[in-house]
């Protein structure tokens, strides 16, 4: 019997993902999800939160102040991966957003106006 370790295929993505821990919010039909960006690269990012919006769903990423179109590619649980409309250097990006000053955000994102449950 062969070693389960042995048969793991190695990364074939051209663009390897860099690994990241970046707040950020989900927006999609008029609604909005907290989440994390848990790594990116040029094309795609994945993402870990609570109720992601179905495969296919066009979203735009905030981070600070700046927003990203994607598309989410695949959901599993409280995790999705997402493609983005325009590239983005992962290490600047990473670089720019990861450390972040400690103070308290007083405003909501968005206003709700439709619940959905997961």
Known sequence: ????LARI???????P??????????????LYEYA?????SIYGAQLEGFCFPPVGTAVTILVDDVEFCASIIWADGEKCGVLLEHEVDPAAF??????RPIVENTRDPAAVTQV???
């Open 94 to 99: 990473i670089r720019q957003h990861a450390i």
């Open 17 to 30: 993902r860099i690994a990241s821990n970046v707040p950020c919010t989900i927006f999609w039909a008029g």
């Open 116 to 118: 959905l449950f997961c």
């Open 36 to 40: 994390t960006i848990r790594n990116i």
């Open 9 to 15: 295929e190695p990364e074939r993505r051209e663009n």
């Open 1 to 4: 019997m062969q070693n389960a």
